[in-house]
């Protein structure tokens, strides 16, 4: 394992840059299968694959638990104008206290849950949040909302989280994305989550540009390359990586608030996906700890790690 230097341009080319979207909704149809399949395909040539393939069957209950479940009303006019002037996300959070919706999706994706197979600690994690109240759920995704792990209970958590990533992107997913407006550095547009990674993108008319990959709503918003996700800054920006790794994702350092994020390549490798390919990138996170850098962003599922 090695790195390369810590700072220094981003030696990709950037061109090809026709006229990029500001964001691009998530589609709660396919974002968790073709999670799930991204997912496999990483743990047939990692050292993670147990772990892999746990992830990759949750993604699968996070599709499978949505049938039947009626498409949520996106926010009227003038919350949305609201939103826009005091430059806040449209989807308020406290949406969920009141919404039935939430404790179905609960109990549908628990339930799928309990049916993979896990370790021991995970299934008991799981029957402790199964049993829980709605309170003490609200309470979890409180926590959760404010980019935070219990570390004595980080598993219960991550299952709540898997279900809020749901709720969530079915509401992004309903939106007028030409509404949309940015809200600050770091934060996702849509519902106000931390970025999990950002992806430098092969979409036509988008070839090269950069989204950040919200870790809530699934939601995608372009970010201009060369600035640091986590405080805007252009200065003493630079790129570390594991050689041998094909250049396919790399962590952006900034000197200015010593943060550090993930960077996915996307246009190198078109099934890259934000959540699959963090969780498979764990050698990154193990050797950035070696440096100065504190990973900044929201990225649950290495949380125990």
Known sequence: MSRKSAVVPDPTAIGNIASPPFARLP?????????????????????????????????????????????????????????????????????????????TLFDRLFAAAATIEKPVAAAKALARVTAADPAERLAMAQTLFSNTLPGDAIAEHVFVWAGLQVYFARLASVLDVAALAPVADGVCPVCGGAPMSSMVVGWPGSHGARFCACSLCGTLWHYVRVKCVLCGSTKGIGYQEIDGQGGIIKAE?????????????????????????????????????????????FSPLLAGF
């Open 27 to 103: 589609d709660p149809a396919s974002l968790f299968s073709l999670r799930s399949k991204r997912l496999r395909q990483l743990a047939e040539t990692s050292n993670l694959a147990p772990y892999l393939n746990f992830v990759a069957e949750l993604s699968r209950a996070q599709n499978d638990i949505q049938t039947d479940l009626p498409l949520p009303e996106s926010p009227d006019a003038e919350t949305i104008a609201r939103a826009r002037e005091f430059e806040m996300p449209p989807l308020d959070r406290s949406v969920m206290e009141g919404d039935p919706a939430i404790g």
């Open 253 to 297: 350092t900034c000197d200015e608030c010593r943060g550090w994020s993930k960077i996915l390549y996307q246009d190198r490798e078109p099934a890259a996906d934000p959540v699959a390919d963090d969780v498979a990138s764990l050698s990154l996170d193990l050797l950035m700890r070696e440096g100065p850098y504190h990973r900044g962003g």
